[in-house]
């Protein structure tokens, strides 16, 4: 693999700036994005005031921590508009999620928002080794979810050649990658399974691809993941976060000379995390609930929005700004199997680390009797597999869930093709036990 580390004299200076200087930063712009809160938006007026306190109270970072959180529901019981803190006329673009399990969420930008958003992606982008001419694939969904459009307008900004493929039509992708022969390509990690599988069927070396660097994210993925795609392709794997409540993709980005954890983009996003279950700030280094404050964006502000994404906060390394360890899961995803928490990303680990296996899985969680039962659905890298490598297969599996996580699991191996697959983000679990 090619180093693509950027040159120095290509970041933001803000993004090597000293660490008293992004404090400094955050705290003049945190006062402004309370106070922009509470005299725009009345949910936010009303949350401050029930909790008795007042953007002035402000004088210190950790002041923060006075102030309530922000829910999803907050958002969804404001839908639409009502969190908007702009007259909608100024709302220059308007995201929505999709609201499948419920109301959607809606959020928006100005224009100044768009221009910051851009700024983020586009320094996302750089981070990943892509530069002004370079190519870029972006296979993330365009429209209201905010992966296609978001990432395009840091490709923009930044100055690359972009093509809009957005997700599904997995030929297309690979000759399209084969014919015009990107640098780049941003997806999710699940959805790259099936464009590698593309590859394979029609006839080509993934590794003869252009392909330098594959910018993944939208969903949870492992080191172990990492490391498979980083093979396949022969190209880096990096990762970015984001949420549409505090922007979109370019949250937060690793980068390809370290790809140890994403820097946040401090400059626009300020970070804490929380015990989930008392909201406390927890211990420096300690792993919990991250949550978001937006600290310049106007049409949406956002203060104190619990992510129920899980991870821990890192001091910078290729970049001034702190870093956040690649996200375990969201809490909402972890599932409690028998007294033991779970997460899809064990399961990704253990499944990486047995043979003959293919990435793809689905857990599907059942009460049959009056225990809860875990079946992981994975199938066979290969279609010719026999009876008895399946079975070394489940038996090692099983075995490495039960040393890692703890648990016993029914196991599925399928022929080749037999687990669902995404063309966006994955569908980890399925609950088919009776709600209660
Ligand atoms: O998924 C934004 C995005 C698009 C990020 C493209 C990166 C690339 P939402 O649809 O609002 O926004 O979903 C946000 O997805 O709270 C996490 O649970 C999860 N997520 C996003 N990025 C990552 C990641 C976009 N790199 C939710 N690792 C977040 C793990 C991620 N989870």
Redesign the pocket.
């Known amino acids: 693999m090619k180093d693509l580390t950027p040159a120095r004299n290509t970041l933001d200076s803000i993004e090597i700036a000293s660490r008293d200087e992004i404090a400094a930063l955050q705290l003049k712009r945190m006062k402004w994005s309370l106070r922009h809160a509470y005299d725009n938006v009345p949910f936010y007026k009303k949350s401050f005031d029930d909790a008795g306190v007042h953007p002035d109270d402000l004088n210190d970072l950790s002041d923060l921590a006075k102030f309530p959180f922000t829910v999803k529901t907050d958002l969804r019981d404001n839908y639409p508009f009502k969190m908007f803190a702009v007259p909608r006329e100024q709302v220059a673009r308007i995201h929505a ?1 999709s609201g499948t399990t419920g109301q959607p ?1 809606v959020v928006g930008y100005t224009q100044t928002d768009l221009d910051n958003w851009g700024s983020v992606v586009a320094r996302s982008l750089r981070a990943a080794g892509l530069k002004a001419g370079d190519m870029l694939h972006n296979a ?1 969904g365009y429209g209201l ?3 296609g459009l ?2 395009h307008l840091g490709a923009d900004a930044l100055g690359l050649s972009t093509y809009p493929i957005s997700g599904g039509m997995t030929p297309r992708q690979v000759r399209l990658i084969d014919d015009f022969k990107p640098k780049g390509i ?1 997806v ?1 990690p699940s959805y790259s399974l099936s464009i590698l599988d593309e590859f394979a069927a029609q006839g080509l070396d993934p590794r003869d691809c252009s392909l330098e660097v594959g ?7 492992t080191n172990a993941m990492r490391q498979e795609i980083e093979q396949a392709f022969d190209m880096h794997a990096v ?7 505090v922007m ?4 937060s980005m690793e980068c390809v000379e370290t790809k140890d954890g ?1 820097h946040i983009w401090e400059d626009h996003f300020f970070p804490e995390i929380i015990n989930p279950e008392t909201g406390e700030p927890v211990a420096e280094g300690e792993q919990g609930e991250l949550v978001f404050t937006s600290l310049t964006k106007e049409a949406f502000p956002i203060i104190r929005y619990r ?3 899980l991870t821990r906060l890192l001091p910078g390394t290729a970049r001034s700004m702190r870093r956040m360890e ?2 375990t ?2 809490s909402d995803d972890m599932i409690i199997l028998r007294g033991v928490n779970v997460f899809p990303t064990q399961i990704e680990e253990a499944l990486m680390a047995t043979k003959g296996l293919a990435p793809h899985f689905q857990i599907e969680l059942s009460r049959p009797g009056r225990m809860d039962q875990m079946q992981v659905l994975c199938e066979c890298a290969d279609a010719n597999m026999s009876d008895k490598d399946r079975q070394a297969a489940v038996k090692t599996l099983s075995a490495l869930i039960k040393q890692t996580v703890g648990i016993s699991v029914k196991i599925e191996v399928a022929d080749a093709g037999g687990v669902a697959r995404s063309e966006g ?1 994955a569908v980890r679990i399925v609950d088919n036990r009776p709600k209660d």
């Open positions: 999620s969420t993330y979810f905010t992966g978001g990432i941003t999710t910018i993944f994210g939208a969903e949870p993925w990762d970015i976060y984001g949420l549409s409540e979109g993709p370019g949250v994403l992510t129920r994404d690649k996200v899961g969201r983000k």
